[in-house]
């Protein structure tokens, strides 16, 4: 069985992989930062090290150059870097710093098991937007059921994405809400919502860019809005 440490702070990230993981010959550990995977990295050793490269705190590039300077705890395993956004530059830093793979979020099933089964890195392009009606299809290799239990609990989570996104809103927190829309915009593609999508990537790109503060809260109140309609409708 072939052990994967997944590095990634978004717990519905996590728990798509979980799923995707079940009943595969995988056995998964999930950490939320770069000092726990450090610490589990000392502990045993791994197969496979999946990273997100937008973390808290210390970031997952580098997360991936403290790495380089210990291979004794990489050991054997494979690296594979996830993000929302690789652009030339940021590709080029992790082929120097010799990922095996990259791979944009959201990732579908399908990919996942083709890069934990194969024997060379190629860079993965980026999956095509998903409509609702063809999101399971897309991501979850038609498998309804693990859709509708993703999209459950990611309904569950939008609760507490709201009252976290109005906090920071509220305190300017600019970083957080840029983390938190960087999350929300792998999430909403997974489930095929297209415009809350572009919501969260609006919000994304404001708070990164750290424009005039009207204008970011107008991108939450308006992710905000789409995300208080998506939790009223679950599938239960």
Known sequence: MQRILLVED??????????ALEDQPFCL????????????????????????????GISGLDFLRLLTERPDLVGAAKVVALSAGIDASV?????????????????????????????????NAASPHAPLQTAAQSYFDSDLALFNTFKNLSHAQFTQDIQNGDHWACIQDLAALHRLAHSLMSVLLLLGEDQAHAQATALEQAARAQT???????????LRQSLEGLKDNPLF
């Open 10 to 19: 978004d717990p519905l990230m996590q728990r798509f992989v979980a799923y």
């Open 29 to 56: 550990t999930c950490c939320e930062s770069v000092p726990q995977a450090m610490a589990k990295l000392s502990q045993q050793d791994f197969d496979w090290i999946l990273t997100d490269l937008m973390l808290p």
């Open 91 to 123: 590709r080029q830093q992790l082929l120097d710093l010799g990922v095996f793979r990259q791979l944009l979020k959201p990732v579908s099933i399908a990919t996942l098991f083709e890069v934990l089964t194969e024997t060379s890195g190629t860079f």
């Open 212 to 222: 005039q503060t009207p204008e970011i809260y107008a991108a939450w109140a308006a």
